[in-house]
Structures are given as structure tokens and as C-alpha cells.
């Protein structure tokens, strides 16, 4: 299995609507926030989440965080 790719190395404020969502958690997709299939082959998988109320979350772009997909500060050790 390879390993994710760094998106960013900062997170990224997204607004969120009730819904099932499949957040990439390789770090290929094109936006590096929702899966879009660019995972195949890597053995990498996305992060199924149900999101029942509207809400903006802190996501993680390093795909580094214990807590994928929210924000949990990792990024700050990559920027060092
Ligand atoms: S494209 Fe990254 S997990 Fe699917």
C-alpha cells in the first residue's frame, strides 16, 4: 500500500450540507477533498462520512491527521 500524498499543508475551511460523503484520503484527487477515483492501484481507500447537519469543518489536506477527516494540527509539524 503506498502512502498519501500531502494536498496542502494547511487545512481547508469547507462548508458541509447533510449528506454521505467520500473524502479522499490519498491526496490525488484532483480538489484533494473528495474522492474522484485517482486512488485506484495506490490500495488507499476514501473516508465515508455522514454528515447530518450542516456544518464547516477544518479539513485536513495533509491526509496526515489522526482525526481524517478534521483538522488535528499535524500540518504544523510538515511546515517546520
Ligand atoms: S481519490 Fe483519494 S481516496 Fe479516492
Same mark, same amino acid.
Given at each position: 500500500? $503506498?502512502?498519501? +500524498?500531502?494536498?496542502? /499543508? +494547511?487545512?481547508?475551511?469547507?462548508? &458541509? $450540507?447533510? #449528506?454521505?460523503? !467520500? !473524502?479522499?484520503?490519498? *491526496? @490525488?484527487?484532483?480538489?484533494?477533498?473528495?474522492? #474522484?477515483?485517482?486512488?485506484?492501484? /495506490?490500495? &488507499? @481507500?476514501? +473516508?465515508?462520512? @455522514?454528515? #447530518? $447537519?450542516?456544518?464547516?469543518? =477544518?479539513?485536513?489536506?495533509?491526509?496526515?491527521s489522526k =482525526? !481524517?477527516?478534521?483538522? #488535528? *494540527? $499535524?500540518?504544523n509539524? &510538515?511546515?517546520?
Amino acid at each position: 500500500m $503506498e502512502t498519501p +500524498k500531502i494536498a496542502d /499543508t +494547511k487545512c481547508k475551511s469547507i462548508n &458541509l $450540507e447533510p #449528506d454521505v460523503y !467520500f !473524502f479522499c484520503a490519498c *491526496g @490525488r484527487s484532483a480538489d484533494g477533498v473528495y474522492c #474522484d477515483g485517482s486512488h485506484e492501484g /495506490t490500495g &488507499l @481507500r476514501p +473516508k465515508k462520512c @455522514r454528515i #447530518d $447537519e450542516p456544518k464547516n469543518i =477544518s479539513y485536513c489536506m495533509c491526509k496526515q491527521s489522526k =482525526s !481524517f477527516p478534521y483538522c #488535528d *494540527g $499535524e500540518h504544523n509539524q &510538515l511546515n517546520k
